[in-house]
Nanobody
């Protein structure tokens, strides 16, 4: 059982940057991936980015390519999401999750494999 804790959210002006962290406690299997998702008010949860735990393969949603960077610190069991050039439409609660594959939809992730979320608000 892996427990996830996100941090780093906050309020930022458009064009600014934030770095989210997801600390994982427990063992993550080497063939699993860690993903970031977000859910804006009144909208469905959507995929943002993911990274394989062992090999470092990465996948981004088109909406964040070139602006967001996902990375992981194996030794610390932390996954980061560096968010640059933020836009008001990036406003959402951001969640990290343990995924069984690099590409996954929210309904493919076990209910106990999510963090509690961190709010990101981008003002215009």
């Amino acid at each position: 059982q892996v427990q996830l804790a996100e941090s780093g959210g906050g309020l930022v002006q458009a064009g600014g940057s934030l770095r989210l962290s997801c600390a994982a406690s427990g063992r993550i299997f080497s063939n699993y991936a860690m993903g970031w998702f977000r859910q804006a008010l009144g909208k469905e949860r959507e995929f943002v980015a993911a990274i394989t735990w062992s090999g470092g393969s990465i996948y981004y949603a088109d909406s964040v390519k070139g602006r967001f960077t996902i990375s992981r610190d194996h030794a610390k069991n932390i996954v980061y999401l560096q968010m640059n050039s933020l836009k008001p439409e990036d406003t959402a609660v951001y969640y990290c999750a343990v995924q069984k594959s690099l590409i996954a939809t929210p309904d493919q992730i076990d209910s106990d494999s999510w963090g509690q979320g961190t709010q990101v608000t981008v003002s215009s």
